[in-house]
């Protein structure tokens, strides 16, 4: 699977946009970006997943760039629970398992 | 909602015991996970099963092996627990079907926090 690299740390204030960056200059053509996040002392929760055309569920909206080798998952209104850390996962389809990195640490600043 | 359940929240355990870590999901997925979970070294995958009764190795094995019996239970067993395996253990499920291109996300419980004293 495609490696992954994200800032380690990001501040957020509360009520805006969160946007964080992912770049995967490796990724094929069958590859997924998938989003995770971890609030502290649970399990990964699943945001969101894409192949090329953007996406938008409930929880976040992901873009992906033409080339395909960066995206961004924004969090549209920012809350205090939204701090976590956040995955951006590259996947080949149908592959079975899930390779995660460091993540994104986000922090929502009332 | 997928629901993926963990049997322990906190599990407090002696050097050489026999350790089984359970975990069930209610969405008949085929595919189920073990991971462990330490600060700096971020998720790792222990073991897989895409069916019952098969398993693959993940990428740190040593020291663990699972079972599935039924489709919906998956067990990791600690043979002779060490220090060294004190961890957050986080099982998952899902992931699609291995002999179709469907690709869908895992879901994870909220982890067995294990401590071997």
């Known amino acids: 699977d495609a490696k992954t690299t994200q800032p380690p740390s990001m501040d957020c204030a509360e009520g805006r946009a969160a946007n964080l960056p992912c770049n995967h200059s490796?990724?094929?053509?069958?590859?997924?970006v998938y989003w995770y996040r971890q609030i502290h002392s649970q399990g990964p929760q699943y945001i969101i997943h894409?192949?090329?055309n953007n996406e938008t569920n409930e929880m976040a909206s992901l873009i992906i760039t033409e080339d395909r080798k960066s995206s961004t998952l924004i969090l549209p209104h920012a809350t205090l629970r939204d701090t976590a850390v956040y995955y951006c996962?590259?996947?080949?389809?149908?592959?079975?398992?899930?390779?995660f990195g460091q993540g994104t640490r986000l922090t929502i600043n009332p | 909602d997928v629901k993926v359940t963990q049997s322990s929240r906190y599990l407090v355990k002696r050097t050489g015991e026999k350790v089984f870590l359970e975990c069930v999901q209610d969405?008949?997925?085929?595919?189920m996970f073990w991971y462990r979970q330490d600060p700096g070294l971020g998720l790792r995958l222990i073991y897989f099963?895409?069916?019952?009764?098969?398993?693959e190795k993940g990428d740190i094995p040593e020291g663990y092996s699972v079972s599935r019996e039924k489709k919906e239970r998956f067990s990791l067993i600690l043979e002779s627990a060490s220090t060294n395996q004190t961890s957050m253990y986080l099982c998952?499920?899902?992931?699609?079907?291995?002999?179709?291109?469907?690709?869908?996300?895992?879901?994870f419980g909220n982890g067995t926090r294990l401590t071997v004293t």
């Open positions: 996962i590259v996947r080949a389809q149908g592959a079975q398992k899930l390779v």
């Open positions: 998952a499920s899902g992931g699609g079907d291995i002999r179709s291109s469907y690709n869908s996300p895992l879901h």
């Open positions: 969405m008949d997925h085929e595919n």
């Open positions: 099963s895409y069916d019952v009764k098969m398993k």
């Open positions: 490796t990724i094929s053509g069958n590859e997924y």
């Open positions: 894409g192949l090329k």
